[in-house]
């Protein structure tokens, strides 16, 4: 199955010719437009940075890039104005291969989640960032839920995604280690 990614969201429009800001949540955020794009509902969508020294043009503060784009179709400003929020996907096999330590987040979605002992724990629904790193949701198994009495440990937990919680993340065997917070141990 492939995965869809989202690599860009429109933010705004830009002027009364149907450019709009994009934010780019590309490494490199001019590479957008090299990649085959997608709606979220799997339509090709064709997009061409119009700014014409293909510069970034600000940041959305969260350390994303804007970038002024028009997109197939979209010849006035009316047109733009519905496209505010309209998110940008490739596929996750577009994108360049990673490094033995490094990976995509939406790599880690459906990994299983492992304690110490390599014990099933729990499952990786889905991974976030807004703006301050990741944040790993985790469904975590019933019955280690109950394993802390004293704390209330829900079904779906958010943890920061950093080494001190995530020690150890295994794409090929397909799992994520866990170190539990002190304070659910406490």
């Known amino acids: 199955m492939t995965k869809r990614i989202l690599i860009g969201k429109v933010n705004s429009v830009f002027g009364i010719k149907g450019a709009v800001k994009i934010i780019s949540f590309c490494q490199d955020p001019l590479q ?6 997608f709606d979220d509902k799997g ?6 940075i119009s700014n014409k020294n ?8 969260g ?5 002024i784009a028009m997109i197939e179709g979209v010849t006035d400003r009316t047109a733009a104005e519905k496209l505010r929020g309209f998110e940008i996907f490739t596929d996750r096999e577009n994108l360049n291969e990673t490094d033995c330590d490094e990976f995509y987040y939406v ?9 110490a002992e390599s014990k099933k724990v729990g499952k990786v629904k889905n991974v976030e ?5 990741g944040m790993i ?11 802390f009495p004293d704390k209330v440990l829900d079904k779906i937990e958010n ?16 799992f994520v280690r866990i170190e539990m917070p002190k304070i659910l141990k406490e």
């Open 32 to 37: 957008i437009e090299k990649y085959p794009l």
């Open 63 to 67: 350390g994303n890039s804007i970038l």
């Open 43 to 48: 339509n090709v969508v064709k997009l061409k």
């Open 129 to 133: 960032d807004f703006g301050a790193g």
């Open 137 to 147: 949701e985790i469904e975590f198994e019933e019955a280690f839920c109950k394993s």
């Open 159 to 174: 943890i920061p995604f950093k080494n001190a919680f995530f020690p150890e993340v295994n794409l090929k065997a397909g």
């Open 54 to 61: 293909k510069a970034v043009v600000g940041s959305d503060g």
């Open 107 to 115: 790599d880690l979605i459906g990994l299983d989640v492992v304690d």
